[in-house]
């Protein structure tokens, strides 16, 4: 047995670049994307609503007690500027006399600057601790030399050289001064000094007097400032996060109706309404602009279908007939036949064609009808009156009507007291009409029995005829489109000639009592078909179709 070639190289490595990229008896496999985080969104705006306000509030307050701080601090120092303005003008005299070196003089001073009332609330209400003083007072001479200090001892610091210090140096110099001493080497409690000249008559400064206020002194203010803003600070929040939710449950629930919505536009369900929702109304008017699209999309291709299939067989017996007819060998009985069946046949596809018209226009999804006070009197007189050639071409007797079990003749319809009035659309109701009494007189046996009753705002119209009763299985099918019967199929043939058998067998389009369903549907009322087994006055045993419609009070002359 003769050895297979060896393969080249570069033909192996070729196939096996391929088979990486086709293989073959291996599984593919598919990487599933995961799926993100899926959150609602009520969830999601609160959620950002809540960031937000919870970094606004985190900036704003940093701003704001980052200025509070500074702003105390030059209250702090304007009130010890003034402070100590009022004290170098009371202590001139009592330096210049040389009153201010006197121990008595000093402790009366003591006395004055560090009275106390110990804890009370002042006039905002913050509750403080006055019990011990809060500010200090020293005055130096001209050289820097503490010559009075309001500290007890072992604070007290008279007799000290105070001239290198800010508050004095620069006073002494003529100048604004003011220093801030931290008290310990690892705290924070600093002490605020301002300064001021003590003049004599002449003008030269005699001494510097300064007036000293812990910056902690204020921190209880601060405190309660920052605690109270704090509490509203979070009230707000608060009440910002409710109305962020209950605006987020109200987006969600406007949301949840327009998908509900979307879900039963199958079921031709009422569009919701949104107040305060604009974007929410155009998005479902959207939805429904594109609903009706596509059933109109839809509709079109069934109806191109259905009209095909329908055509398809008038034309095939139009066909058939005429190439019959082409047979020189045919009788005038045949003939007769064949012609009769071709204007039939014609005549079912302009009735077919002019139906499917009727009927498109009804299940538009955008059909409106034109409604109007209309007289059902007048309205059934017209129409019977334009019937009457049909009534006597069907070799029937006149038909009987009935009003609230009383018997009338045709010309008495107008001469009746009290009008039924319906609101409905002229041309639509009458073709609804029509329709029935088409079928009544096309299956009745010797007469059509019009029966109409007024009862409790609703008008009932029933159209009977003599025929032969529908067969059970028709009841349920009679509105159901393209569905019809023939009179062949509903009597016992008697005369078997070829005419009448072409007459007896013709069929409707089907199409008739659909459409009575759909407008009258469209107009609010209901319609039902039955058979009617035991003859009465009034009713003759055959079948029977009902109408029901709202009446309306009579308008206004």
């Not at 509070?68 to 120092?77: L, M, Y």
């Not at 008017?285 to 069934?302: C, F, G």
């Not at 596809?349 to 009197?377: C, G, K, N, T, Y």
């Not at 009544?440 to 007024?454: E, G, K, M, P, S």
Request: glycine letters at 4%; a negative charge; hydrophobic letters at 40%.
């Amino acid at each position: 047995m003769p050895e297979s070639p060896t393969e080249s190289p570069a033909l192996a490595g070729a196939k096996n670049w391929y088979a990486k990229l086709h293989p073959i008896g291996t599984t593919a496999v598919h990487n599933t994307p995961k799926r993100p985080l899926n959150l609602s969104i009520f969830f999601r705006i609160w959620l950002a609503v809540a960031l937000v306000l919870l970094l606004c509030g985190i900036a704003a307050f940093s701003q704001l007690f980052g200025y509070i701080k500074p702003t105390a601090h030059q209250v702090i120092e304007d009130t010890l500027a003034d402070t100590s303005t009022l004290l170098a003008a009371t202590l001139q005299q009592p330096l210049l006399s040389k009153r201010l070196y006197d121990d008595d003089y000093q402790r009366q001073l003591d006395a004055s600057l560090q009275r106390r009332y110990g804890t009370q609330k002042n006039i905002n209400g913050i509750v403080s601790d006055d019990s011990a003083a809060s500010f200090r007072v020293y005055v130096t001479d001209a050289a820097g030399k503490v010559v009075y200090d309001s500290q007890p001892q072992p604070n007290n610091d008279e007799t000290e050289d105070y001239s290198r210090w800010n508050d004095v140096y620069l006073t002494l110099r003529g100048e604004y001064g003011a220093r801030s001493t931290v008290q310990a080497p690892q705290s924070d409690d600093a002490v605020m000094y301002v300064a001021q000249p003590i003049h004599n008559p002449a003008g030269a400064i005699i001494g510097v007097v300064s007036v000293g206020k812990p910056v902690a002194s204020v921190l209880p203010y601060l405190s309660a400032t920052r605690q109270r803003m704090l509490v509203t600070a979070l009230f707000m929040s608060g009440a910002a996060l409710i109305l962020a939710g209950l605006v987020a449950w109200w987006l969600k629930q406007s949301i949840t109706l327009v998908t509900q919505y979307t879900r039963a536009l199958a079921e031709d369900t009422q569009k919701p309404y949104f107040y305060l929702g604009r974007e929410l109304n155009s998005l479902t008017d959207t939805i429904e602009s594109m609903k009706h699209r596509l059933e109109n999309r839809a509709y079109v291709t069934d109806y191109v279908h259905t009209l095909t299939h329908e055509l398809k067989s008038p034309l095939t017996a139009i066909r058939a007939s005429s190439e019959l007819l082409e047979d020189d060998a045919l009788d005038a009985e045949d003939r007769e036949m064949l012609s009769q069946t071709i204007g039939e046949q014609s005549i079912k596809m302009q009735q077919l064609i002019d139906r499917l018209l009727l009927l498109a226009a009804v299940e538009q999804p955008s059909f409106r009808l034109s409604r109007q006070p209309i007289e059902m009197l007048a309205l059934l007189h017209q129409l019977l009156t334009d019937n009457s050639v049909k009534l006597h071409q069907s070799h029937l007797q006149p038909m009987e009507l009935w009003l609230n079990d009383a018997r009338l003749h045709l010309q008495d319809l107008l001469d009746v007291q009290t009008p039924l009035y319906i609101c409905a659309d002229r041309f639509w109701l009458v073709q609804a009409l029509q329709n029935v009494l088409d079928n009544a007189l096309y299956f009745a046996a010797t007469r059509v029995v019009i029966r109409l009753r007024n009862d409790a705002e609703q008008l009932s119209l029933e159209i009977i005829n003599d025929g032969k009763p529908l067969p059970d299985y028709a009841l349920d099918k009679v509105f159901n489109r393209y569905f019809s019967l023939s009179r062949q199929s509903m009597e016992t043939l008697e005369d078997n000639t070829s005419a009448t058998r072409a007459s007896r067998h013709k069929k409707g389009t089907g199409l008739g009592l659909t459409l009575v369903k759909q407008v009258i549907e469209h107009h609010g009322g209901t319609v039902s078909i039955r058979n009617i087994a035991t003859p009465t006055a009034q009713t003759p045993a055959g079948v029977a179709l009902q109408i029901q419609l709202p009446t309306i009070a009579a308008p206004s002359r």
